[in-house]
């Protein structure tokens, strides 16, 4: 089990906070590991570091800005076993790693982070040209690194009005959905559990579509590589 933070716009533009006693599984822990503390978000008026963000402030996104309507917060904790969590290491990854200014400076993502990957032979096998990955497949151990940092560190995800991607140090990365895991769940007790976690969520459905598909590097290289 672990600690997770919860902030929520509600109908009224209220925002509503609470904590979460709840699984370190990859269903939960997904809502809160995407992008530590620290990292700047851009907002409407200008880079936020992501722990100042509030439901209700705009991001600037691929859909147009968007506001947030849900941040979800949880803590790395050195030493626990890859076996109990998914929040066993983080990925840094260093300035330039994709490009001149891709990110200009080091950003920490934790476990949840994707990111858009580009081929033009997608088009003619899936329909679309960019599927999002997590960064995590994307670590060489030079410029994309595997990290586990010596002390706590708090991580963030955000939910958007629509599942969009927003650019993070100049990378394209998604914002939060559950996707396919909930439709997956068959306990009820959980099911519930985890709506309650969204408070600003009536029902399943409500989270929208997927705006993009999402796969592993693996598989995509394998398809394009033919």
Known sequence: MRKYEVAALSPDLSIAFNSHIAPASPLFEETATAFARGTLMPTVR???????????DYLETSEGAQPV????STTYVPGVDEDATTLASMVRITSDAFGPGRPMGDVLVGPAARMVLRRGRLKSLIGQEKVLVPVSDFADGDRIVRVRPGGAVQLFHVMLGRHA???????????YHPGKALSQITGENTRAFFMSMFPNIDAVQDFGELTMTRTSREVIESLTAV
């Open 46 to 56: 200008g880079p936020v570091a992501i722990e100042d963000l509030l439901p209700g």
């Open 69 to 72: 309507t849900w941040i979800g």
């Open 165 to 175: 991607t927003i650019r993070v140090g100049g990378i394209e990365m998604e914002s």
